[in-house]
């Protein structure tokens, strides 16, 4: 085998996703976040930590988020992690690392909140 770059993963939309079209294809953007917790086991301090992730969707799963994801969903994602690196208007080397999502499952029943 000669790499894998797969990424899974659950959480609440963080934002309305935004929509562009380009040459007929339409694509979305939007962020996730997914958050863990845990007790400190010596002082039983709980604690959580909120890492956010910036999914991008195209063709057909960019019209399924454009109609049917909104801010506070729950949905599982899978897909691959890429990074863009680019020159600023400073000459300032820059980087975004983003999720190209391939599949999207909505995992909750109830309307998102807006």
């Known amino acids: 085998m000669k790499s894998l770059n797969q990424i899974q993963l659950i959480g609440h939309v963080g934002n309305d ?4 079209e380009s040459n007929g294809t339409v694509f979305s953007k939007f962020r996730l976040a997914t958050d863990e917790g845990w007790t400190d086991k010596k002082t039983n301090e709980k604690h959580e930590n909120t890492e956010w992730h910036r999914i991008v969707c195209f063709s057909g799963l960019g019209e399924v988020v454009k109609n049917y994801v909104k801010k506070g969903a729950r949905i599982y ?5 890429t990074t863009s690196i ?3 208007k400073n000459n300032e080397t820059r ?4 999720i190209i999502a391939d599949n999207i499952i909505m995992l909750d029943g109830k309307k998102s909140t807006e």
């Not at 996703?17 to 562009?20: H, S, T």
């Not at 980087?95 to 983003?98: D, K």
């Open 86 to 88: 680019w020159k600023d």
């Open 77 to 81: 994602i899978s897909g691959k992690l």
């Open 17 to 20: 996703p935004e929509f562009k």
């Open 95 to 98: 980087h975004t690392t983003e």
